[in-house]
C-alpha cells in the first residue's frame, strides 16, 4: 500500500458565543484544516489540525509522504518531523499520523484503538469547559463569577459532566477563585475543580491563589505561572497538583520538568506530543515518573476528537475527565453531526479506524464560512470590546 496524494482544506464552524482567554479572544467559531491522504488501494485516512490555515505548510510536507507506506510511520516521522528542523513541526506531523492510523484501521477492518493497545473504556468522560464569555446565547456578557457557576450548573444539568475548569487570567484574579468557590457550594465536594491562568500570572499571585484554593481540594491548579521555573515555584509553596499543556509541551523539556519537580500532571495532546504513538510513548514516561496524565483540547472538530477519544480508551492512567471546547460548536463536519455527550462522556467511536466520515456537504458549507471569515490568528491578540487591550504576561 502507498499514499498517492494528499488533499487539505481550512474550515471553519461557528460557536454559541466568543471565548475570551488572556492572550485574546476566540471571535463567535472555531477553524481547522482537515486532511486526506488517499492510497493506491482507495483508502482514505482523515486528519486534522488547528493553528489557523495549515493548508501551506502541510503541502509543503507532500512529496514527502507520496509512496509512503502508512504503516511505515516510524519513517514517515523521521521523513517529515525529524529531517529538518525549519519544517519540524509535531503539530502537522501529529494530523498526518492521524490519517495513517486511520488507513491503517480501515485497511485491516479495526478501529483505531486496537491499533494502540486495546481500549479498556467504551467511554470518555468530559468536563464542562468554563470560559468567560462575550455575547452569550440569550445575549450579555459574562461579567461575575455568579455567570459562571450558572453556565457550570447548566453544562452539569444538560451534559451531565461531574467536572469543570475555568479559563482563567481574563478577570481579576480572587474573582475567578470565586468561580470555583461557587461551584464548589453549588454542586458539592464530588464535584471536580480545576483552574488554568495560561502561565500569566505572577508567582506571586498564583501562590496567594493556590493557597486561598487548597480548601477546596481541586483535582489540579494548571499552568499557574509561566515558564518551567515558574511552575517550579509555584507548586514548591502550595499543595495542589500542578498541571501543564505549556511547560513541558514537547520531549524536549520533559526532562528537565521531571529534574525540577516542576509538575504532577501532564495533559496529553495529539499534536505537541506527536500523534496518538506520542502520547502512548509519552504516558510510558509518566508511569516511569509516577507523574499523572489527562486529556487536553486544542478547540478539535470531530475528525480529531474521535482519535483523542480512541487514544485516552486505551490509557489506564487517564482517569480523569478529558478537556473539550466542543460543546460551544454549533455543528461539526462529520456524517451524523457532533458526536453525543451521554452520562457526562462521549463514546468512543465504533471503527473501522476513526469511525467518522466526512459530510461533504458541511465540508463545503464551512469551507465558504472560512472564505467569509478568515484567519483570525493574525489578529488574535486583539478583544472587539476592549480595542487597547493586549496580554502581559505575569502582569497580574
Not at 487539505?8 to 482537515?34: D, S
Not at 481574563?170 to 464548589?184: A, F, K, S, Y
Request: aromatic share 8%; proline share 5%; charged share 25%.
Amino acid at each position: 500500500m502507498k499514499i498517492i496524494d494528499m488533499k487539505v482544506r481550512t474550515v471553519a464552524i461557528p460557536m454559541n458565543c466568543m471565548l475570551r482567554h488572556n492572550t485574546g479572544v476566540h471571535p463567535g467559531y472555531l477553524m481547522r484544516t482537515i486532511l486526506e491522504l488517499i492510497t493506491d488501494e482507495g483508502i482514505v485516512g482523515l486528519g486534522e489540525v488547528g493553528g489557523g490555515d495549515q493548508r501551506g505548510a502541510l503541502l509543503k510536507l507532500k512529496p514527502r509522504l507520496i509512496g509512503m507506506n502508512p504503516f511505515d510511520l516510524e519513517a514517515i516521522k523521521l521523513k517529515v518531523l525529524r529531517s529538518i528542523y525549519y519544517l519540524s513541526n509535531s503539530r502537522l506531523y501529529g494530523a498526518i499520523e492521524i490519517a495513517c492510523l486511520d488507513i491503517q484501521g480501515k485497511a485491516c477492518n479495526v478501529p483505531m484503538h486496537q491499533l494502540l493497545g486495546g481500549k479498556l473504556r467504551d467511554s470518555i468522560p468530559m468536563i464542562a469547559y468554563l470560559f468567560w464569555r462575550y455575547d452569550r446565547p440569550g445575549g450579555g456578557h459574562d461579567k461575575c463569577a455568579e455567570d459562571m457557576a450558572d453556565l457550570c450548573v447548566e453544562l452539569n444539568d444538560t451534559l451531565g459532566v461531574q467536572a469543570m475548569k475555568l479559563k482563567a487570567g481574563v478577570m481579576d484574579p480572587m474573582e475567578e477563585i470565586r468561580v470555583l468557590q461557587l461551584c464548589r457550594e453549588r454542586l458539592g465536594d464530588d464535584f471536580g475543580l480545576r483552574i488554568d491562568p495560561n502561565g500569566v500570572w505572577s508567582v506571586a499571585t498564583a501562590v496567594k491563589a493556590g493557597q486561598r484554593m487548597e480548601e477546596l481540594e481541586l483535582q489540579y491548579f494548571e499552568d499557574p505561572s509561566w515558564g518551567i521555573e515558574g511552575m517550579r515555584a509555584v507548586r514548591q509553596q502550595i499543595r495542589i497538583p500542578l498541571a501543564t499543556n505549556m511547560y513541558p509541551n514537547k520531549f524536549d523539556d520533559l526532562g528537565p520538568s521531571i529534574r525540577q519537580d516542576a509538575i504532577d500532571i501532564i495533559l496529553t495532546d495529539l499534536h505537541y506530543w506527536e500523534g496518538p504513538k506520542g502520547v502512548k510513548d509519552l504516558t510510558a514516561v509518566c508511569r516511569t515518573f509516577n507523574l499523572g496524565v489527562a486529556m487536553h483540547s486544542g478547540a478539535e472538530f470531530g475528525v480529531e476528537l474521535a482519535a483523542m477519544l480512541h487514544t485516552a480508551s486505551t490509557i489506564p492512567a487517564m482517569t480523569m475527565p478529558g478537556d473539550a471546547h466542543y460543546h460551544y460548536l454549533e455543528d461539526d463536519i462529520i456524517v451524523g453531526g457532533k458526536l453525543k455527550y451521554e452520562n457526562g462522556g462521549i463514546k468512543v467511536p465504533e471503527g473501522p479506524g476513526l469511525g467518522v466520515e466526512l459530510d461533504e456537504d458541511k465540508m463545503a458549507k464551512y469551507e465558504r464560512y472560512y472564505e467569509e471569515k478568515g484567519d483570525y490568528y493574525a489578529k488574535f491578540h486583539q478583544d472587539p470590546y476592549n480595542e487597547d487591550w493586549y496580554p502581559i504576561v505575569g502582569g497580574i
